[in-house]
Every structure is written in C-alpha cells, then in structure tokens.
C-alpha cells in the first residue's frame, strides 16, 4: 500500500524583532496538529508585510495557501477545517460565558466546603455558590459599567425609571456576593439582594413572557451574547431566594 501524499500549506506571518503575530502562531499550531506540513515564510519588516500584502489585495496577516489557493487568516483557516462554522451560519447567542462563570463557582463552593468540613456538599457549599456566581457576574459589569447599563437599560424596569440605577446594580451585586461569601452583615446583604433580584425577575417576565421582546441579557457584561430569558430569570430568582434565606438565617442566629 503506498503511504498517503503528505499535505503541504504554506504559511507567511508576522515574525518581527518586536512583534510576533499571535494569529499566525495559532495558523501554524493548527495546521501541524491537522497533519500540514509547513512552509513557514516570515515577514520580518513592516516594508515586506506591506509588499506582501499589496501583492496579494488582502489586508492582514497571516495568510495561509493549500494547493495553489488562498485559504485566508487564521478564522478562514478554522472555516477552512471544518473547526468552525462560516460567519454566516453562527448562531448570535451563546450560553457559553454563563455556563462557565456558575461552573467555576460551583468548584470554587466545593472546594470551600472540602477545606473548611472536609465534606463536598454542605449547605454552606450552596450558599457559597451562590454568592460566588454573584461576585463572579458582578466582576463581568464591573468591566465596563457604561456598557452594561446601556444593555440594562432596555430591559430592566427600575434603569428605565431611574437611570442611574444601571450603574450602581454592579455594585450593590459584588456587595451582597461578597458580604454573603463571609457570611457577615447579612442585614444589608440580603435586603440588596433581595430588591436586585426581585426587580430583576419581574422585568424579564415582562420583557420575554409578556412583550415577547428578544432581547440579549447584561448579566454578563455589555457585550453579552447570552439571550434574555430562562436563564436570566434563574438568576435573579436565584439571588433573591439566596437573599431571603441569608435573612431568615441571619434572624435565627
């Protein structure tokens, strides 16, 4: 049996004194792993990469060729593979970034618990997930609050009324997540989270179940491309229950 022809790309990226291109790194990294071998061209001045792309009419680097034919940069590369699908066809919502922020905090809760009662699932784990997500989608607003109030903004029903409040939610969150984290001045975290999560709850079973508006949520960030709805409302109704128990615990202590 002959062996199979080896695949052969050729690959022209950014290798500067300065700069190394991280697309073109990631081009090579993928085509070696996919069984390519590689003609690596560097484009070592900023005279040869500005040559290189005139000659070709593209406008960045890296770009990759198979078989005579441009493939592209590195995301044209990825389509090319079948890694992902074309711009086109992505889908423009994601539960990506909620699903990883409530999974760490559920580790982080565990191994809390493990540490402190050398036992996995405690209550005290519960409470802690909690509060720890609350930290953990706080810290995503409180990356760039004007873009999150701006989302905010077009759903959440006391932000329409008061707009400042978009600004302060961030905070009022990471306040009570951090203070039920500790498990101290419960009296001001539990009634935050208590009027953040009602206020939240109620305005997304307006915005989805009763406008039947769609609608990204911020709970993640401005740039978020979680959709508002079963999701969102887990969470507020999640911190609100959170709070409610803090309270009453709080009271029985």
């Known amino acids: 049996m002959s062996a199979s022809p080896t695949k052969t790309a050729i690959l022209y990226r950014m290798v500067m004194p300065k700069h190394i291109c991280p697309y073109g790194l990631k081009s090579k990294d993928l085509l070696e792993r996919r069984g390519f071998k590689v003609e690596d061209h560097h484009l070592s001045t900023r005279a040869e990469t500005d040559a290189f792309m005139e000659e070709h009419g593209v406008d960045t680097t890296p770009q990759t060729f198979i078989s005579d034919k441009r493939i592209g940069g590195y995301e044209e590369l990825r389509v090319y593979l079948g890694e992902i699908k074309p711009e086109t066809e992505r889908s423009e919502t994601s539960y990506q970034p909620v699903i990883a922020i409530f999974a760490m905090a559920l580790l982080m809760a565990l191994g809390l618990s493990w540490y402190s009662f050398a036992n996995l699932f405690t209550w005290r784990a519960f409470e802690w997930f909690i509060a720890i ?47 039920m984290t500790a498990g101290t001045l419960l009296w001001l975290a539990s009634p935050v989270a208590i009027v953040i999560g009602t206020i939240g709850a109620v305005s997304v079973i307006k915005a989805v179940y009763i406008d039947k508006r769609e609608l990204k949520c911020a709970c993640v960030g401005g740039d978020s491309k979680v959709p508002l709805g079963f999701i969102s409302l887990t969470e507020n109704l999640l911190m609100l229950g959170m709070g409610c128990w803090m309270l009453i615990k709080n009271w029985l202590m």
């Open 133 to 179: 997500a609350m930290c953990l989608l706080a810290l995503q607003k409180l990356q760039d609050v004007e873009r999150f109030s701006i989302m905010f903004l077009n759903y959440d029903l006391l932000a329409q009324r008061w707009v400042p409040y978009g600004k302060l939610y961030p905070f009022g969150e990471a306040l009570a997540g951090i203070l």
